[in-house]
């Protein structure tokens, strides 16, 4: 995939404009959070027999602006480590390239990473109304973690970022839309988002270890980056392991153990990264986590 030009996305006209804005987002990478709430309203499903389709609707819009605006974020304050990333494998690491390709300016990236949080904000508000106040304080602890991701102090930055990541796009998502959709948070809950964040965590993880060494310059110290390129794969088993084996204790529906099918891509996954072969890896990780939650949601499905 070739990288973001003035040819395709020159803004002439209103209908490109909207696309460019809506490519700067990296929508590849909306599954990481829309999976992890259709896994939970399928728990949902499973827990009282029935969802309500208005909160299911505004959860998945108002996660994906959430996502949508870290990513246009991590983007504007990590411009300047992006610019000088020269291992990066586009479309995966080094950022969206949109500045570096001179196709949106920083202050244009700036306005529409707050424009997103603005948007997401707005349906968390709309879902408070239509539930209870208690909201406020899951859609206010993730985007709080969403931007201080890569905006100073930089979560990221201090080693923090897969622990973040798997909250805001594993635990606080499924807690949240299980409190949205039943007025209370199950055991299962908890579980269910700690699975789904690790492998959240790993599509992270994965896609950080080319950019080590551009992370390492500009001083982002980042967990693979104190591990070194040699070591950081090791890291990603130890986050599949982590993952599975929550997967194969957890008190879920006995259907969702379908899950651990998803064995397969993570092991390919694994072998490719400890052999240096990341283009081949990155998306299978990508796959591990789709994966897990495709089955996980189908088995919660069949197991009422």
Aim: proline content about 5%; aromatic content about 10%; overall charge neutral.
């Amino acid at each position: 995939m070739s990288e973001p030009s003035l040819e395709v996305f020159h803004q002439n006209t209103w209908q490109n404009r909207c696309f460019t804005w809506f490519a700067a987002t990296r929508p590849a990478f909306f599954s990481a959070s829309v999976l992890a709430v259709i896994a939970a309203l399928t728990l949902a499903w499973h827990e009282a027999g029935a969802l309500k389709s208005d909160l299911a609707v505004l959860t998945l819009l108002a996660i994906m602006c959430f996502h949508a605006s870290a990513n246009v974020l991590n983007d504007y304050y990590d411009v300047y480590n992006d610019n000088a990333n020269q291992n990066r494998i586009y479309p995966f690491s080094g950022g969206s390239r949109f500045m570096q390709n001179q196709v949106l300016s920083r202050a244009e990236t700036f306005r529409l990473g707050v424009a997103l949080l603005g948007i997401g904000i707005i349906l968390g508000i709309w879902m408070i109304g239509l539930s209870s106040i208690e909201l406020l304080w899951f859609g206010l602890a993730g985007a709080l973690l969403a931007v201080f991701y890569s905006a100073p102090p930089c979560l990221a930055c201090r080693g923090l970022g897969d622990v973040t990541i798997a909250v805001t796009f594993g635990v606080l998502p499924v807690a949240g839309t299980l409190w949205l959709q039943i007025g209370a948070i199950p055991s299962a809950a908890w579980w269910l988002g700690a699975i789904v964040g690790i492998f959240t965590a790993a599509i992270l993880w994965i896609n950080s270890i080319p950019d080590i060494e551009a992370d390492r310059r500009a001083g982002k110290r980042t967990l693979p980056v104190r591990l070194g390129a040699k070591n950081a794969p090791y890291g990603l088993a130890v986050l599949f392991i982590a993952g599975f084996g929550l997967l194969a204790v957890a008190p879920l529906p006995a259907g969702m153990r379908w899950g651990l099918l998803a064995v397969a891509p993570a092991f390919l996954a694994v072998q490719n990264a400890l052999q240096g072969r990341l283009l081949p890896a990155i998306p299978q990780v990508l796959l591990t986590h789709a994966a897990v939650c495709v089955l996980l949601s189908v088995g919660a499905l069949l197991s009422h």
